[in-house]
T-cell receptor, first 114, second 116 residues
Framework: AQSVTQLGSHVSVSEGALVLLRCNYS??????LFWYVQYPNQGLQLLLK??????LVKGINGFEAEFKKSETSFHLTKPSAHMSDAAEYFC????????????FGAGTRLTVKP | GAVVSQHPSRVICKSGTSVKIECRSL??????MFWYRQFPKQSLMLMAT?????????EQGVEKDKFLINHASLTLSTLTVTSAHPEDSSFYIC????????????FGPGTRLTVL
């Protein structure tokens, strides 16, 4: 079965600083990888996803992530943090051609300091 | 994009009562819907997978008689928490898959259940 590990349950950055949220996955078959953002008392919003093709994926709100097979990683980055980026972020993995089994990481809470 | 709604967004009930939560795909037909549970400051845990017209598949440790799932149409799935207890208090989130984009689950806004 596939799984995801998010390193760091809490990340704090200053406004304007680089955001780096780490995600490592484990999968016996080619994975599909996702990053979601969750604001308090709300559902999940898709930031970006990797399925096939280009390994550098650009998403909404200036976020991007790079699929690195050799490192089994899918880290999320944003060059310059904004106050509105403060939220909970989840990395998730499914198996290629089978989205019935999505596994989420434990989540990383991003705090942005003024 | 595909939109999924949940109703109610928030519900408070007394211990021992049953609560029904609806999950609707508003602009697409959902062949498969999922129900997740999220405790405070924790990740989403899959409870069950439901396919239209068939019985739901429950994850290990989830009581199917307590969490009744019905997926009677391609746009509606319901989760009924029967004889609710305070430990059932949680945030319940549904998601849906479509034929047109089976790479992605579309998530509802969630339902906050509080059992007194």
């Amino acid at each position: 079965a596939q799984s995801v590990t998010q390193l760091g349950s809490h990340v704090s950055v200053s406004e304007g600083a680089l955001v780096l949220l780490r995600c490592n996955y484990s999968s016996s078959v080619p994975p599909y990888l996702f990053w979601y953002v969750q604001y308090p008392n709300q559902g999940l919003q898709l930031l970006l996803k990797y399925t096939t093709g280009a390994t550098l994926v650009k998403g909404i709100n200036g976020f991007e992530a790079e699929f690195k097979k050799s490192e089994t990683s899918f880290h999320l980055t944003k060059p310059s943090a904004h106050m509105s980026d403060a939220a909970e972020y989840f990395c998730a993995v499914t198996r290629r051609y089978n989205n019935n089994d999505m596994r989420f990481g434990a989540g990383t809470r991003l705090t942005v300091k003024p | 994009g595909a939109v999924v709604s949940q109703h109610p967004s928030r519900v408070i009930c007394k211990s021992g009562t049953s609560v029904k939560i609806e999950c609707r795909s508003l602009d697409f037909q959902a062949t498969t819907m999922f129900w997740y549970r999220q405790f405070p400051k924790q990740s989403l845990m899959l409870m069950a997978t439901s396919n239209e017209g068939s019985k739901a598949t429950y994850e290990q440790g989830v009581e199917k008689d307590k969490f009744l799932i019905n997926h009677a149409s391609l746009t509606l799935s319901t989760l009924t928490v029967t004889s609710a207890h305070p430990e059932d208090s949680s945030f319940y989130i549904c998601s849906a898959l479509t034929w047109r984009d089976y790479n992605e689950q579309f998530f509802g806004p969630g339902t906050r259940l509080t059992v007194l």
